[in-house]
C-alpha cells in the first residue's frame, strides 16, 4: 500500500527519495531539536498517481517533446499546457482523504481551527551533486483550509513543469519522467524580519564566519531579490558582529486582512532601520551553526523571526541545503607556500587590512 503522507517528525534518513530535499531537510533538522515549524511531507507516492494517468502522462509526454527550446514564448506556452492539465487533471480519491485529513490533524496540534500553512514544492532532484534545481518550483503562503490545501499541493505538483524547470532539465539532461515532486504542508510563520544566512562568507568563501542576510516582514523580497537586504558577517567562534550593512528597504511582503501575502511599500520610519537586533542576529547566526555542525557542512538557510513567538524564541528555522559553490572547492590554506601554519595566523591577525574590515561599518550603522 503506498503511503502519501510523512509527519516531519517521523521522518528517518531512508526516507530522503520519498519526500525531496527540501522535506527530508526539515525531517532532519526537527530530528536534530532545531526550531522547525511542524508539518507534514505529502509524498511522491501521492505525485506518481497523476502518472496512473495513461491519457495525461500521453499529452505531457507529447507536449514536452515538441516544444521548441530556443523559443521562450513556445517554452511559456508549453509550460502553461502542461500545468493547466495537471491542475486540471482530478486528485486520486486516497491521496486527497490523506491530505485533508493530515491538515485537520496538524490544526488539532496546533490548537487552530484553519491553522494557516506554508505549502512548498520539494523535487526529488532538489540539491543533486551535479545540478540545484531548488527554487524552480512553487510555493503557496498563508493557506487556510482542507480544499485550499489540497489545490495548493497539485499546484506544487505542476510547477514542476514550470519553463525555467522544464528548459534546466533539458540542459542538465535529466529526464522529466524520472524527476518526481513532494510537498511540504508546514504550519505558517507570522514573521517580522526574514531572510537567509550562509555559514560561510559567500564573496570569498571564509568559513570562519557567518553571513545574514535580512529584511522586513516575509523572506520572498530577500529570495526573489526584489529588496537589497541588509547584510551582517558574524565570527563563527565568537559571535562578534564583524561587519554591518544597513540598506534602504522599500518594499515588503505582509499578511494583510484578507489571509493574503501581499507586497507593501515600508513606511519610512522603518527603511533604513535596521532589520534585526544585534542579539537576533547573535540568534540566527547561532542557529546557522548548529545546522551546519549537524550536516557537517556549509548551509544555506532560510529563517525567520516570528512575532507570534515571545522573544527569545521566535527565530525560527524554515529550510536548510548545502551551500554548493564555495563548498565544492578546496579550502585555502591559512599560511602560504613556505610559510608555518602559526606565522600565517600570526600575519593575518597583525595585517591592517584584516583589522579594517573587522571594524567597518557602513553609513546607517547601530554599532
Known amino acids: 500500500m503506498r503511503e502519501f503522507v510523512l509527519w516531519f517528525d517521523q521522518y528517518r534518513e531512508s ?30 507516492e501521492a505525485y506518481d498517481t497523476l502518472r496512473d494517468d495513461t491519457e495525461l502522462r500521453s499529452n505531457v509526454r507529447k507536449a514536452l517533446a515538441e516544444v521548441d527550446l530556443d523559443d521562450p514564448d513556445s ?4 509550460s ?11 486528485m486520486n480519491p486516497e491521496v486527497e482523504r490523506a491530505v485533508k485529513a493530515s491538515y485537520r490533524e496538524l490544526c488539532a496540534a496546533c490548537g487552530v481551527e484553519d491553522v ?16 540545484s534545481f531548488a527554487g524552480q518550483q512553487d510555493t503557496f503562503l498563508w493557506v487556510r483550509g482542507e480544499d485550499a490545501v489540497a489545490r495548493a499541493v497539485q499546484r506544487c505538483w505542476s510547477s514542476l513543469f514550470t519553463a525555467r524547470a522544464i528548459s534546466y532539465r533539458h540542459e542538465t539532461g535529466h529526464d522529466h ?35 545574514i542576510d535580512s529584511s522586513w516582514g516575509f523572506g520572498e523580497a530577500v529570495v526573489s531579490g526584489e529588496v537589497t537586504p541588509d547584510n551582517f558577517l558574524v565570527d563563527k567562534v565568537l559571535f562578534e558582529i564583524t561587519r554591518r550593512t544597513i540598506s534602504p528597504k522599500a518594499i515588503e511582503y505582509v499578511l494583510n486582512g484578507s489571509d493574503r501575502v501581499e507586497k507593501a511599500p515600508v513606511p519610512d520610519d522603518r527603511r533604513l532601520a535596521p532589520s534585526l537586533t544585534d542579539h537576533e542576529i547573535v540568534a540566527v547566526a547561532k542557529m546557522a551553526k548548529r545546522a551546519e555542525r549537524h550536516y557537517g557542512r556549509p548551509q544555506d538557510i532560510e529563517w525567520a523571526l516570528d512575532r507570534d513567538l515571545p522573544e527569545g524564541d521566535n527565530v525560527v528555522l524554515l529550510q536548510s541545503r548545502p551551500e554548493t559553490v564555495w563548498s ?31 571594524l567597518a561599518t557602513t553609513e546607517g550603522s547601530d554599532m
Open 15 to 44: 526516507d530522503k527519495p520519498r519526500v525531496g530535499g527540501k522535506c527530508a531537510s526539515l525531517g532532519e533538522l526537527i530530528a536534530a531539536e532545531l526550531p522547525v515549524p511542524p508539518g507534514f511531507a505529502v509524498t511522491v
Open 75 to 78: 517554452l511559456e506556452l508549453t
Open 116 to 131: 494557516p500553512v506554508a505549502v512548498r514544492s520539494s523535487a526529488t532532484a532538489e540539491d543533486l551533486p551535479d545540478a
Open 177 to 211: 519522467e524520472i524527476i518526481s515532486m513532494a510537498v511540504a504542508v508546514q504550519k505558517m510563520v507570522h514573521p517580522k524580519a526574514a531572510g537567509v544566512a550562509f555559514t560561510l562568507n559567500p564573496t570569498d568563501g571564509d568559513r570562519s564566519q557567518i553571513a
Open 328 to 358: 565544492r572547492r578546496a579550502p585555502r590554506p591559512v599560511a602560504r607556500p613556505g610559510q608555518g601554519l602559526l606565522d600565517g595566523i600570526v600575519s593575518t591577525l597583525l595585517s591592517p587590512v584584516h583589522t579594517r574590515d573587522r
Open 80 to 90: 502553461r499546457y502542461v500545468r493547466d492539465l495537471i491542475e486540471a487533471s482530478p
